[in-house]
T-cell receptor
Framework: GAGVSQSPRYKVAKRGQDVALRCDPISGHVSLFWYQQALGQGPEFLTYFQNEAQLDKSGLPSDRFFAERPEGSVSTLKIQRTQQEDSAVYLC???????????????FGAGTRLSVL | SQQGEEDPQALSIQEGENATMNCSYKTSINNLQWYRQNSGRGLVHLILIRSNEREKHSGRLRVTLDTSKKSSSLLITASRAADTASYFCATANNAGNMLTFGGGTRLMVKP
């Protein structure tokens, strides 16, 4: 597709429910990032993939958060046993892994707004 | 945690005026970028300035970088109502592939 696509756009979950958020990056983009954005704040890094390899997951807030990218394209962020503090917008971004400074520019999806009741 | 702070947190101006936003950061960087976010949307890349550059222009945007003070500014000249959005600075690590965002400046441009 033309840009990064995320689904669903909105998700309401009851506390304790598991959720799965999907990200389709730009075709050919090797790097994929997940961010969490609280209301009125900047995005905070969660995890980073290069192809199918998860190179950095230092931003995941707890072991309830899990991300995968098994074939190096589509990625899924899973949150188990959701809590109210997980309510946020989850943003996915992709970038080239080569091309000098071009690799530094990230292209963002519109995000998934998760509300945990 | 976020890399730095942006100042002001909110800015309201009239169409045609200039808008200046500042960003401070804490660690050494490879480059610094500015992104715009319209309400309910993802972030859009605006401009990138490398750590060895001091100033860069792109259309109505002017970015400065002072690595000795660990600060950057974004100037939008001749603002338009369509510039209303949140603006975030983001610093890239030494490898150049990981971004850390500031808290953002919410800009409102009144017609």
């Amino acid at each position: 597709g033309a840009g990064v696509s995320q689904s669903p756009r909105y998700k309401v979950a009851k506390r304790g429910q598991d959720v799965a958020l999907r990200c389709d990056p730009i075709s050919g983009h090797v790097s994929l990032f997940w961010y969490q954005q609280a209301l009125g704040q900047g995005p905070e890094f969660l995890t980073y993939f290069q192809n199918e390899a998860q190179l950095d997951k230092s931003g995941l807030p707890s072991d309830r958060f899990f991300a995968e990218r098994p074939e190096g394209s589509v990625s899924t962020l899973k949150i188990q046993r959701t809590q109210q503090e997980d309510s946020a917008v989850y943003l996915c971004a992709s970038s080239l892994a080569w091309g000098g400074l071009a690799k530094n520019i990230q292209y963002f999806g519109a995000g998934t707004r998760l509300s945990v009741l | 945690s976020q890399q730095g702070e942006e100042d002001p947190q909110a800015l309201s101006i009239q169409e045609g005026e200039n808008a200046t936003m500042n960003c401070s950061y804490k660690t050494s960087i490879n480059n610094l970028q500015w992104y715009r976010q319209n309400s309910g949307r993802g972030l859009v890349h605006l401009i990138l300035i490398r750590s060895n550059e001091r100033e860069k222009h792109s259309g109505r945007l002017r970015v400065t970088l002072d690595t000795s003070k660990k600060s950057s500014s974004l100037l939008i000249t001749a603002s338009r109502a369509a510039d209303t959005a949140s603006y975030f600075c983001a610093t890239a690590n030494n490898a150049g592939n990981m971004l850390t965002f500031g808290g953002g400046t919410r800009l409102m441009v009144k017609p």
